[in-house]
């Protein structure tokens, strides 16, 4: 983890891999992503939404998400350390920026940041959190001002965003889709119906997308053994762990590691 804010294209935040972006996963920064080219899908606070030129997107840092940007897509990330005491919001904010002055000082702020992280003068950490601060007072601006176009959250809403929230705390402790229906009060079939027409994707689908990011992720960024991903992960068995992969990828956990890209620095 960085110890200041620190700004990626689009690409080089998603990284190697469509699944990288594709399956629902987080990211231990608050980052805030600038989308400038393309378009595209999001999965975020339980809801499926469009991800537009002019389209701003603020996930606090451990905020379930995915994203289908589009092939012709390209946007700045700002990730922003959580313990650095820049203000961000607590739940993930979707800002469609039809205002051409507030569109030109965003870019402008990201720009800024870009050049001094590419020049990497002394006082860089601090220029990059200086910065940051000020990208947070834009975005307060922008909240104030009745930009984000989302509507009131709906019971449906509320309940697919908190297991999503469910979801990325105990991914790994083996739970299953009926032990989370449980736990809020509702039915699995209640819950898939809900997240289908909320999200998108069945209650199922959207667990089981987020244990294989971390096996994925894992399995290809680490040389740790297959058998303690799939106990760090809650498998109750290296050989479940195994025919998991190979349902969900088409490939062995030996496969998919010796047919990574790349391995993560």
């Known amino acids: 983890m960085t110890s200041h804010p620190q700004l990626q294209t689009l ?3 998603i990284g190697p891999g469509a699944w990288r972006a594709s399956l629902p996963h987080s990211d231990p920064h608050h980052v ?5 080219r393309g378009q595209g899908r999001c999965l975020v606070g339980g809801r499926r939404r469009g991800l537009a030129v002019h389209t701003a997107l603020v996930l606090p840092a451990g905020s379930l998400f995915a994203l289908d940007p589009g092939a012709q897509s390209f946007g700045l990330a700002c990730r922003i350390p959580p313990r650095t005491g820049i203000l961000m919001p607590d739940e993930p904010v979707l800002l469609r920026v039809r205002d051409p002055r507030a569109q030109a000082d965003l870019t402008t702020l990201l720009e800024t940041m870009q050049r001094e992280q590419n020049e990497a003068r002394d006082f860089m950490d601090e220029a990059m959190t200086a910065h940051a601060q000020l990208l947070t007072v834009w975005l307060r601006r922008a909240l104030i001002s009745g930009a984000d176009e989302a509507l009131a959250p709906t019971a449906a809403h509320r309940l ?3 297991y999503a929230a469910l979801i990325e705390r105990d991914y790994t402790t083996g739970a299953s889709m009926q032990d989370f229906a449980r736990h809020l009060g509702v039915t699995p079939t209640h ?5 289908k027409s909320t999200a998108g994707l069945t209650a199922s689908a959207m667990l089981t ?3 294989l990011h971390a096996a994925r992720n894992l399995l290809e960024t680490t040389d740790r053994a297959a058998n303690q991903v799939a106990a760090d992960l809650g ?3 290296a ?3 195994s025919r998991f992969i190979l349902r969900h990828t088409g490939k062995s956990p ?3 590691r010796r047919a990574a890209p790349r391995k993560a620095a």
Do not use: H, I, N, P
């Open 235 to 237: 498998f109750s068995s």
């Open 191 to 195: 819950l898939s119906r809900v997240c």
């Open 254 to 256: 030996s496969d998919l």
């Open 32 to 36: 805030f992503l600038w989308v400038t």
């Open 209 to 211: 997308g987020r244990v």
């Open 239 to 241: 050989a479940y762990f």
């Open 160 to 162: 697919v965003e908190a």
């Open 11 to 13: 690409a080089q935040w």
